[in-house]
């Protein structure tokens, strides 16, 4: 499947600045795979040393958390949009 990964801002400079990366890939871990496989570092930002998300780094397909769904084995469809969205913190005191 043809999808598109968004890249945030704090993460381009492992893809050489680039907003968004297509590629094909049937789940989620398997984009996640061939990203890392593309963009030397960026694996060790997204994920655990068990291959599991990091607590602070959110993956979207379409709007829905992948952690809502099955995880980095939820399936692709063609066309699909997977968002890296880490997470914010901080605020007022």
Do not use: C
Not at 3 to 23: C, F, H, K, M, N
Not at 42 to 66: K, M, Q, S, W
């Amino acid at each position: 499947m043809s999808v598109r990964i968004r890249i945030p801002t704090p993460l381009r400079g492992y893809t050489a600045g680039a907003a968004e990366v297509d590629l094909e890939a049937a789940t989620v871990a398997e984009a996640i795979a061939q990203l890392a496989a593309r963009h030397e570092g960026i694996a060790e930002r997204l994920l655990d040393e068990a291959g599991r998300p990091r607590a602070f780094v959110n993956l979207y397909v379409g709007t829905h958390d992948v952690r809502t769904l099955a995880g980095l084995a939820t399936p692709l469809a063609d066309g699909d949009v997977v968002s890296i969205v880490p997470a914010v913190a901080g605020g007022a005191r």
